[in-house]
């Protein structure tokens, strides 16, 4: 699926094909949720590195959190250093991933049968998380990645 995104203000605009693209994994780690969780979550997506199309890189900024232990995370968060919109995440840990946050794709998302909540050990004191039937929940990071979920689903765009 081709997702095309922008920030709040138009200064950026982005594609790229996601062959993963049902918005299913709630993060509520800190850094999610501060930078981009206006719910106390962030959803992102799994989109191909190669495929990235960007249109007012010069509004670009980049935000790397700072861990628990001190160290500088290698994730590079993508955002607007104009209206401060939350675009996608890089982490060169692995270069053929880009992971759009779902709050900025303009294109119409798939609507997932089921959703993992994930890193609720993280979630703020005043966040409820409304677990459906199907849904799973795990304190800290799953086993199981983006694309292995869709796979599972049968859900590849």
């Known amino acids: 699926m081709r997702l095309e995104g922008s920030c709040h203000c138009g200064g950026v605009r982005f594609s790229l094909n996601a062959p993963h693209a049902y918005p299913f994994n709630l993060c509520y780690c800190s850094i999610c949720r501060k930078t981009a969780g206006g719910g106390g979550y962030a959803?992102?997506?799994?989109?191909?590195?190669?495929?990235?199309?960007?249109?007012g890189e010069d509004n670009l900024s980049?935000?790397?959190?700072?861990?628990?232990?001190?160290?500088?995370?290698?994730?590079?968060?993508?955002?607007c250093r104009l209206c401060g919109s939350a675009l996608w995440l890089f982490d060169p840990r692995w270069p053929a991933l880009i992971h759009p946050f779902a709050s900025a794709v303009d294109s119409e998302l798939p609507a997932p049968p089921e959703r993992t909540h994930l890193m609720v050990a993280s979630k703020a004191g005043w966040v409820s998380v409304q677990a459906g039937p199907k849904d799973q929940v795990f304190e800290h990071y799953p086993e199981e990645s983006i694309a292995d979920w869709h796979e599972r689903l049968g859900l590849q765009s």
């Open 43 to 55: 959803i992102n997506l799994g989109g191909e590195a190669a495929s990235l199309k960007v249109e």
């Open 62 to 79: 980049v935000y790397q959190a700072t861990l628990d232990d001190g160290a500088k995370s290698p994730a590079c968060r993508h955002f």
